[in-house]
């Protein structure tokens, strides 16, 4: 396979989908930053492969492949298996399943802020969420809503609240596992970027939760050899309202979102590209199983084929959403 092509990218590191019958290759090759199996039978071995419990529903079954240009160095410390380089971190965590949602986020957002402070890259740039149950109950309150009080509570508790550095992010329910957290960092912060037909979830009124999230749209990282640019997960939101029942209603929206948020990185900061279909990679959660197809074909029909792209079985965080689409171009 001719990774070079799938993984074309400028800056550290690439990402991309590869077939999951070709990554034996990969597994434990130093320059594999990070390999992730989105189903749950766990092939994805290798110290920098995981399971992500988010089943894929189209096409055949891939992973997620991060190539870094540098071979990285990999340890472990605690329930924390990380990686780095000379320029970046990254750090995954999973913790048992329980029931505290609110003390999981916090003590795994505490303990990865103290490691990537002591790795002195004490910059998160992107982060992604996962954990089952994350619509249901737990005392008294949504699990997706007890998991931004503790998020919350560690940055504060860390002195990492301040607004303009919180990082891009996706938080979504997972099929299986606890609470599985995976996060690129910095030694200098990203670029915020936010969406101008969005209100910044860290300023969500507290409808949403008594904790807003602990997220920003997007961010910007100019690396050594080149920018990179991560959109958080990306839903039917306006204002801070979700919009629209239809499945098609909110992928409209939901596209006019990473529309803007690409845009408007191209307007603030000269990002080099200006709209979705020439990002890297796209990854498209669906609650329904039902709707991947169509799902799928609605977005191959105003995107092109030029941009890959998985569709994984999620549940997003407000229980009205259907589907939350991320991107990353690198
Ligand atoms: C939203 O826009 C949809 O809590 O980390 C998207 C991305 C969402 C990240 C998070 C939540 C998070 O509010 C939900």
Known sequence: MNTAKVLAHSGPFGMGYVPRSRIAQFCDDPHTLALIDFAADGEAAGAAGFVSHLPQLDGPPVCEYWRSDEPVTRWQEGDFHLARTSEFMFARLSLPDTAAAERDAQVAYAALLRILREGEFPHLVRVWNYF???????????????????????????????????????????SGGGLQVYALAAREPGVQIENPRQVSAFRYPNDY??????????????????????????????????????????????????????????????????????????????????????????????????????????????????????????
């Open 132 to 174: 089952p149950r994350i619509n249901a109950e737990e005392d008294g309150r949504e699990r997706y809503r007890s998991f931004c009080v503790g998020r919350a509570a560690a940055l504060e508790s860390l002195d990492a609240m301040d607004d303009a550095r919180l990082p891009a992010a996706s938080a979504l329910g997972a």
């Open 209 to 330: 939760g008594p904790r807003s999230p602990s997220f920003s749209r997007a961010t910007l990282v100019r690396w050594r050899n080149g920018t990179h640019f991560y959109i958080s997960g990306t839903a039917s939101i306006v204002g801070h309202a979700s919009v629209h029942q239809s499945l098609e209603a909110q992928l409209g929206e939901t596209l006019a979102n990473v529309e803007a948020v690409v845009a408007q990185a191209h307007r603030a900061e000269g990002l080099d590209i200006s709209t979705p279909d020439a990002l890297s990679l796209l990854k498209v959660y669906v609650r329904r199983a039902s709707d991947a197809g169509t799902v799928r074909d609605w977005l191959r029909a105003r995107l092109g084929s030029a941009v890959p792209m998985a569709v994984l079985q999620a549940d997003v965080c407000r229980a009205e959403l259907l589907v939350e689409i991320e991107g990353a171009y690198c």
